[in-house]
């Protein structure tokens, strides 16, 4: 941010939270992502569909750098993703430097991950005791909080074996929030959840979505997209099919692909 | 409570706490299988002990001699130093083989070569020449020369113990390093993943969220190689370090009770290698934690638990 970048993106005056240009990923000789163009606004929630395979996953762990692009460009609250441009060259950023960036940006995975020998409120305060330094005393309040925020009060000194798959991606959520991010992402954050379960972690999300969290939600829950997202973004074979207002795209969809796609899951 | 107790008085007359009474029944009261067999074994072991027994008894061995040497100084001494040269060696093993492991898995080629080697070195040569080596290292290097940092001879720098710790730890440290390193590779993906979207470096991940995790993998095979420390430093009477087996053979030799003091060492061995086995079950038990619903009981909980129940009739 230091040195001034012509190149920077700047949309109608609002810098975007994300902005993908041409955004490619190989893993060897497949290539997954085919050039990606997207922008996500601050505060605004988009939803990202598409078929098993179509590279959803893929993007996501691209934009906060869990997998380095091949081409384009990626960048998060105007830095570039994993690198730093002097001039016209870009240099690679050390994995120190990944790693601040990373602080900003919340992940939320299908399989929660969960670190399982540490409690719910441990987890929660992994993050800013080891990351941002804070004293334990100050995360475990904070911590006690988030968890009370996604309902789980009482859990907090249960190890998640112990706890639901639901009341696990609740906790999940509330230990990436508690790094204070400006971005959270979401992959599939319900998908390994039984049906009843489903309720309880949308509502979390609905909550965050109102309190203006900027988001990116691969899901394939087509309610939650038409509530509370204000973009739909449909993938398929590593491309952008179709994007647009979740209404628009799931009622009236102009590509046939993405009638086949809506048809197989609505 | 009440369900334990219902289930202890099927007739239905339990306590008036059963909220709704079971439906009268009737236990069954079958004859069970007699098992032949079992009484056939049993009978043939015994005889077998006994005749071991009396054979043993027969023999020139003079017990009152493994008694009063039990606890003869030298013994315990040596004792001492199989448990001092044991805990030594097994630390430093500990030590090397989460160095070698991480230095193996990491991205850095050089590391992982130098890594491989050492491996390869001083898990390709037995153990024995490895102790001769060292203690013979005289032969080559005079004086050991670190520069400006230390300079002496190696005659006295080579005492017995350090012969025998870099000996058994080097050694130790390969077989460790693969272990930690199959450890670490079971932990999940997703876990270094998770760390990483949380913002925290490598050197974090490795210590806060896959270490701890890979210790359930690497405790058991660890506390296996311990015990088998604690035998395998009786190699050491090699380079004239006098732990128990050297203590007692070398009063076996001059007492004339070779047998008796090969008795006294077994006795030996086999208590520390109990005591270490009860050790190993509590470490177990403790990185345990978070992975099982309900921890195993320890044994004196067990035995709390089963004096409870046996108290509980008598108060209700
Ligand atoms: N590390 C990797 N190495 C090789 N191929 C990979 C890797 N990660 C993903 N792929 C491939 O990339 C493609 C896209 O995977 P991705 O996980 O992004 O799909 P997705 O859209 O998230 O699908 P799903 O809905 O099933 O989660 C798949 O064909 C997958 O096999
Ligand atoms: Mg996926």
Redo the contacts between chains.
Sequence with gaps: MSTPDMTKPVAGGVEPMVRAENVHKSFGAAHILKGIDLEVAPREVCCLIGPSGSGKSTFLRCI?H?EQINAGRLWVDGDLVGYRQRGDRLHELR??EV?????D???V?Q?F???????AIENVM??PV??RRESKAVARERAAALLDRVGLADKAGS????LSGGQQQRV?IA??LA?EPKLMLFDEPTSALDPELVGDVLDVMRGLAEDGMTMIVVTHEMGFAREVGDALVFMDDGMVVESGHPREVLGNPQHERTRAFLSKVL | MSDTEAGRTPEGTAGPSQAAPASPYEAIRAIPVRHYGRWVAAVVVVVLLGWLAYGFSQGKIIWSTVGDKLFDHTVLTGVWHTVLISVCAMAMGLVLGVLFAVMRLSRNPVTGAVSWLYIWFFRGTPVYVQLLMWFNLSLIFHTINLGPIYKNDTVAVMTPFVAALLGLGLNEGAYMAEIVRAGIQSV?E??T??????????A?TMR??VL??AMRVIIPPTGNEFINMLKTSSLVSVVQYSELLRATSDIGISSNAIMEMYFVASIWYLVLTSVFSVGQFYLERR?A?????SLPLTPWQKVRANLTTLRRPKVA
């Design positions: 906060n869990l994995d120190r790693a601040a960036k990373r602080r940006i919340g992940m995975f399989r991950n969960l670190f399982p020998h540490m409690t992994e993050g080891q990351v190890y998640p074996s112990q999940a230990r990436a790094m | 999940d997703g876990q993943e998770a760390s990483h979207a949380l913002g925290m470096t490598g974090q806060r969220i701890p995790q990185y934690r978070g992975s099982l619903r």
